[in-house]
């Protein structure tokens, strides 16, 4: 006897127990959402197995998380997501949750090694938007960083806008791989970095859906030969994705500077940061308010995009506003030419000071 025929005798039809499908399932499990991310659990590759038994439905999902909210809310969102099909019987959510990757601290808590090999620190510069300077700040953070003696890399982890290449005026270098086939960072103004910059030209487009984003990133992290580093530096997509939840999903990151602009528009963009980093247990280190306002030569400001965005929503969020960085062509110029405005003296130059702060407060 076929097995909905049981079904109809119980009152079910045969066509309520045909909608029924993993293909009908997991095109509802892409409407849920990984908790304060804009990607859904099916393409982080969260769900493991779907299993059907007549009209009954199981889900079996993995996560790495110690935030018991995310699960639950997880298991809410799927729960009614599957309820909606039409027929749908008894839903059931298994979880196989793990730990993320912990830091190595040993016996010295300001040893701090993540679990990349020789780095001993991973702080990640992320925007909930494009557009606002983070990139900018990446890479000024790094090279101010390797002023005060310290050794850093550089981590262009946005795949589809890579910019550090041409901010370290190494665009046309090309990073080697070792017989291992691990890879070699391009070493300019006395810091290592990769980008998909040193691997493409400027006009060659990156044509890549979630996985294969998720498979260079890896690479990025845990390929790379990064050597010894005191600091490593992560340029992060704007947004909330899949490239943000490889991350620190790979590696333990010790803190996340989030950079936005004085503007509201910015700043929603910026809370969702916020909360992204919240819900996988990495603190926010604080606030960079970047283009905060224009000076002119006769020394007035003009703020252009509002003034004190930041520090309001740094003090609403009970984070440190670690800088206010100026809009400033000179800064824009020296990115252009490969000689980042860190590298000039702080002591003659207010940009070069302002992220010569930002490094201090970050490497204490």
């Known amino acids: 006897m076929p097995p909905w025929w049981t079904l109809i005798r119980n009152g079910v039809t045969r066509e309520h127990y045909a909608m ?8 509802k499990l892409g409407e849920v959402n990984y908790p304060g991310f804009s990607r859904d ?56 949750i793990q730990d993320p990757p912990d830091p190595v601290t040993g016996g010295d808590p300001s040893a701090g090694q993540s679990s990349i090999p020789g780095v001993k620190k991973i702080i990640a510069v992320a925007s909930g938007k494009g557009g606002v300077g983070k990139s900018t700040v990446a890479t000024n953070l790094a090279i101010a960083l390797s002023k005060t003696g310290a050794k850093v890399g550089l981590c262009d982890c946005d795949l589809y806008g890579p910019s550090v290449a041409l901010m370290l005026g190494a665009e046309d270098e090309q990073p080697m791989a070792t017989e291992q086939n691990e890879i070699v960072p391009i070493e300019a103004h006395g810091i290592k970095a990769i980008s998909m910059g040193f691997l493409l030209s400027e006009d060659s487009p990156v044509i890549v859906r979630g996985p294969l984003a998720t498979r260079y990133t890896q690479q990025f992290l845990r390929q790379c030969l990064w050597g010894e580093l005191d600091y490593l530096i992560l340029d992060l997509p ?127």
């Open 20 to 27: 029924i499908t993993e293909n009908s399932v997991r095109e």
């Open 41 to 96: 659990i099916v393409s982080f590759g969260l769900v493991k197995e779907i299993l059907i038994d007549g009209t009954d439905v199981t889900v079996k999902i993995s996560l790495a998380t110690r935030d018991p909210n995310v699960p639950r809310q997880i298991h809410e969102a799927t729960e009614a997501a599957l309820s909606a099909l039409e027929g749908a019987g008894k839903i059931s959510v298994d979880f196989d």
């Open 238 to 364: 704007p947004g909330t994705g899949d490239i943000q939840l490889t991350i620190v999903q790979t590696v333990s990151v010790d803190a996340a500077v989030i950079v936005t602009t004085p503007q509201e528009v910015a700043l929603i963009d910026a809370r969702k940061a916020i909360g992204m980093f919240a819900k996988v247990n990495v603190p926010v280190a604080g606030i960079v308010e970047n283009m905060a306002w224009f000076e002119c030569d006769a020394g007035k400001k003009y703020y252009i995009f509002g003034k004190g965005g930041g520090a309001k929503e740094a003090e609403k969020r009970g984070v440190p506003l670690l800088a206010e960085i100026p809009l400033d062509p000179q800064t824009r110029d020296r990115a252009d030419a490969g000689q980042p405005v860190a590298l000039e003296d702080p002591g003659e130059n207010a940009i070069s000071a302002a992220f010569a702060e930002l490094a201090k407060s970050l490497g204490t």
